[in-house]
């Protein structure tokens, strides 16, 4: 089996939702990864998030409600909305397995409501559509991805952002249409947009000999856009 969301040179599991790092669990893997209560990931220098932020933005005006799925911190929404006017008329919630990353999250006074569960729990549970669902290098993570997408409750006419990696540990052409196929049943595809995005399985100062067998981690990424049919 292909081992999927590896972290940089992290050996995981396939199942990276039960067991991610050794015995730890997925939830205590990414409150690791908050401890230090700063954001591991940076986006305002980021021309792929920039490219997300120029894709995604121009539906906020047609939405009231946003489902932020995996918010971590809530960089990513905020860096989308930073320097709009449509911040405070849309209402945002945000989900997200890891403690210390909802917390982070509350401290940006963003989202009108904050959960931290598990994605799938979370789903189960919610009894509301949404306009928009923002799925943001999250999907991976979910062992069954396929029922993930079939739990989703969207608004007829809404959206669904989702952006995901391929490569050797993420996600495969095989996998990409499997998601296809599912969407398709429920979704129109609007937007398609690749990105090349190379992260190697060792660092870069060690195979700048080009060494042939070297195989890449993550190779780009593809950022999507459906909309309810």
């Not at 939702?17 to 409150?31: C, K």
């Not at 403690?99 to 799938?120: C, G, H, M, P, S």
């Not at 007829?156 to 996998?175: Q, R």
């Not at 398609?192 to 070297?214: F, G, R, S, V």
Request: aromatic residues 12%.
């Amino acid at each position: 089996n292909k081992k999927r969301g590896v972290l940089y040179m992290s050996k995981i599991k396939k199942n990276i939702d039960v067991d991610i790092v050794g015995s730890r669990s997925l939830e205590e893997h990414f409150n690791i990864v908050w401890s230090s209560g700063v954001s591991p990931w940076k986006f305002t220098r980021d021309s792929i998030v920039s490219t997300k932020k120029s894709i995604l933005l121009p539906i906020f005006d047609n939405i009231d409600s946003v489902l932020d799925l995996g918010c971590g911190g809530g960089e990513f929404l905020s860096f989308v909305l930073e320097g709009s006017d449509v911040r405070g008329g849309i209402y945002k919630v945000g989900v997200d397995i890891a403690e210390l990353a909802v917390i982070n999250a509350r401290n940006l006074k963003l989202y009108d409501e904050l959960f931290t569960e598990d994605i799938q729990k979370f789903l189960i549970g919610c009894d509301r559509a949404f306009d928009l669902i923002m799925l943001n290098e999250v999907l991976y993570y979910q062992k069954d991805y396929i029922k993930i997408l079939s739990m989703m409750n969207i608004k007829i006419g809404g959206y669904l952002f989702l952006s995901v990696a391929m490569g050797d540990d993420f996600f495969n052409n095989k996998d990409l249409l499997k998601i296809k196929k599912k969407l398709s049943e429920n979704y129109n595809l609007v937007a398609e947009k690749k990105i090349n995005y190379t992260i190697y399985k060792i660092p870069w100062k060690w195979i700048k000999n080009c060494i042939p067998w070297i195989k890449a981690s993550q190779t780009h990424k593809i950022i999507f856009i459906f909309q309810k049919k």
